[in-house]
């Protein structure tokens, strides 16, 4: 017979040194680096608004609506049960939430709303949404962005742009004319070209009225549930006109649906709470921007303001990550020890911080170059090579950043409870989305030929920080032998892009952080202070106490 134990009341353990989940704290006024950056790009006066919304996104309830929206991704419904094509996505609530959250405080709208430092504070919004959750930011920054190519056409914009200002978030699929407030999408690229557009293959036929009917097909649809897209095709069948711009609306003025059919949903990597699409074109209905024939033109500005929207996806990212990563560790204890006061923790930590101040430095005097550009053609100049630069240098550094953070939690980090099996699955996205690393270097490299004086404008930014660090000053006189115009080669382009934007981080950090951020980073990035290829490898000692008390998240808890 097998004995019996009548106690009832044993427990197998209790549960302590866990870390509580990281919520309900302001992500705003607990990233000092967020704060000085806003204040600092000339945004200051927004700071009410961004605390107020830093605070909402950083609820419990806003990341449980991240999770919710990727355990129950969108589903195509292409037909209705009577069999009529209707080419619907349907989404989990917690994603109308979470988009209507970002709609409806301006993350869209702001920047075209304020005279003073709407980008930089759009870019400050953005930065918080797409912490708790980045797939709805592919929906807002192509709207925020298709203001610029929609005022290419007068009529279009007036009609198309109040509703994009409203800060309206409205997800019903119906006429535009019915609806308060819009999101718009964008198609370009197809199966045979990617990136190649000019190999794209869609073509445009004239109906009257300046109106055309599209026929073709795009790979990429991202967030096709939008009320209208801009995309790319030829009007005439040899291709000599070149490509133009339309916008593409998904229902067409008299009440129709528009010929546009999605044909399936992309099964991606991340993103995944987000629907992105293969479409086709059967002869849909759409408005040209700008002049017949000079579509890229147009499109480029829209593309612009997409790509600051990667550079600082990529660094929104880098700070959850690590802001998670700093938090668990001041929780949990081992060896007798939080691990936070280990000192090879620390050592990870400060390094993981660097990545991460360069990242909003960066960005933010990107963003406060598109606030003054309109105006000021030095600010014109910088926005034109630093975006670029911007875009591939920080998008390069964000895997092994969140990678390393996720490694902070050890296994706890892997597991789907936390955010950061997520966060690592989008973290390579904002690489790839318009134009990936090669791409985007070769862009750099033709806006030095064309406007050289771009390049003078962008090293005398980096100057401002000379004599500040002896590493530095030395990486600079490099970085000006190698741009001799016989050592510039298409070879040449990933090391300079990273050497631009290296220069750029380091001298933005030893103008305006404490020296324990710049000096470090400078003699981490372009001297001899890192002593192995992995965070926290250094060969000489660092101020660790500085840089992880001003990247703490924990200010929140007090």
Known sequence: MIPVNPRTDLKTHDVFNQAPPMADINLFETDTCLVEAIEREGAGQHRHALSAFGKRVGTAEVYEWGFEANRNAPQLKTFDRTGQRIDEVTFHPAYHNLLGLGISHGVSSFAWLTKRGGHVAHTALHYLLGQVESSVNCPITMTYAAVPALRANPKLSAFWEPKILASTYDPASRPANEKAGVTIGMAMTEKQGGSDVRSNTTKAVPIGDGLYELTGHKWFCSAPMCDAFLTLAYTDEDRQTGLTCFLVPRWRPDGTRNQVHIMRLKDKLGDRANASSEIEYHGALAWPLGEIGRGIPTIIEMVQHTRLDCTN???????????????????????????????????VLADLLLE????????FRIARSFDEKGTDETARLFARIATPIGKYCVNKRVVP???EAMECLGGAGFVEESILPRIYRQSPLNSIWEGSGNVICLDVLRAMARSPDAVEVVLAEIAQAKGASAPFDRALDDLKERLRPEAITEQSARHLTERFGLLLQASLLLRHTPAAIGETFAETRLGEGRGGASFGAFSKAVDADVIIERGSPLKAAA
Do not use: Y
């Open 356 to 363: 991460v101040e360069a990242a909003t430095a960066l960005t």
């Open 313 to 347: 996806g990529a660094g929104l990212l880098m700070r959850q990550a690590v802001a998670q990563a700093l938090w668990h560790v001041s929780h949990r204890s081992a060896f007798q020890r939080k691990l936070i006061d280990q000192p090879l923790m620390r050592q």
């Open 401 to 403: 950043v969140v990678f």
